[in-house]
């Protein structure tokens, strides 16, 4: 049985026992298909190069960042609200910047340079990236729209 003030894992909010809406699915799909799709990027362009040790700290740091927040969000965890929602808010404002680049600069730089690409590997790598920001504005949208509480609710 649940503690007071938790919601039940697998639940959010006020619709206990309906199970996790298709949005938090289609977030860890997303989310692993683009860390996945950074080792054939990283080989692809890089490789032979001995790989850029504080790039795979920062790589493994955001998965890391993404696994809590998403496994303490549907445990119901107090904090995992918190976690996953500033994952999103960096995914978001990550790719949004080359989006904006992309519309400041009529193309010729961001998303719609690299979506341009004469290499069609990097077009698919590039689409998954982008396919991860429109996943993650989609979760962030509807995380603000059932938000949990941070703390437990006292009984």
Known sequence: MDSPGRVAAGSY???AGRRRP???????????????????????????????????????LTFV???????????SRPYGYALLL???AAQVLFYGHSVLLSVM???????VAQLSSPS?????????GYLNFVVA???????????????PSKP
């Open 65 to 75: 960042w993404f696994l809590a927040g998403y496994r303490s969000y549907v445990r």
């Open 137 to 151: 504005v989609w979760a962030l949208v509807w995380l603000i729209a059932h938000p949990r509480p941070l703390l």
């Open 86 to 88: 500033t994952y999103l």
């Open 105 to 111: 600069h009529g193309g010729h730089a961001g998303a």
């Open 13 to 15: 909010g006020a619709g």
């Open 120 to 128: 069609p590997f990097l077009v698919v790598i590039f689409a998954i």
């Open 22 to 60: 298709i949005v938090l699915a289609a977030l860890v799909v997303a989310v692993l298909v683009n860390y996945a799709a950074q080792i054939p990027y990283y080989l692809h362009q890089y490789y032979p190069g001995a790989p850029s040790w504080p790039g795979l700290a920062l790589l493994a």
